[in-house]
C-alpha cells in the first residue's frame, strides 16, 4: 500500500516539482495551496507525512504546523519544512513548533526524498 505525502506550497511548481519526485518514488500526494487549504484537506485519512512552505499567504508554514499538531488524528505526523528560509531563529521556532526537518529550496528531489523516507510513519 502506497504511503500518502501532503504538499503544501501556495507556489503551484513546487508542489509540481515535489509531486512528481513523491510520486516517482511511489507515494500518493495530496496537494494544499496554503495552510488553510491544506488544513481543510485534513479530513482524518491517513497522511503519512506533511511537506510544508514557511511563507504563504493566509495561513504561514509555522501557523499552520502549530494547528496540525492540534489535531488528534495528526498530532504525530511528520512535518518537513520546504523553504527559502534558512534563517537560524526561523528553524527553532519551526522545530519548536514540532516541525521534523527543515530543507532550504532550492532543494535535490534525491535530498528530499531521503528526508520522507527517514521520517515516513510506518
Not at 511548481?13 to 509531486?19: L, P, T
Not at 491544506?38 to 482524518?44: E, F, N, R
Not at 505526523?77 to 529550496?105: C, D, F, H, N, Y
Request: proline fraction near 5%.
Amino acid at each position: 500500500m502506497s504511503k500518502t505525502v501532503m504538499i503544501v506550497d501556495d507556489s503551484a511548481s513546487v508542489r509540481r516539482v515535489v509531486g512528481i519526485a513523491l510520486k516517482g518514488a511511489g507515494y500518493t500526494v495530496i496537494e494544499g495551496s496554503d495552510g488553510r487549504d491544506a488544513l481543510a484537506k485534513l479530513t482524518g485519512q491517513k497522511v503519512h507525512l506533511i511537506i510544508s512552505d514557511v511563507n504563504m499567504p493566509n495561513m504561514d508554514g509555522i501557523s499552520f504546523l502549530k494547528a496540525v499538531k492540534q489535531l488528534p488524528a495528526y498530532r504525530f505526523t511528520p512535518v518537513i519544512m520546504l523553504t527559502t528560509e534558512s534563517e537560524e531563529s526561523k528553524k527553532r521556532e519551526g522545530q519548536a513548533a514540532g516541525a521534523k526537518a527543515w530543507v532550504v529550496k532550492p532543494f535535490q528531489p534525491e535530498q528530499l526524498i531521503g528526508a520522507v523516507q527517514r521520517l515516513c510513519l510506518p
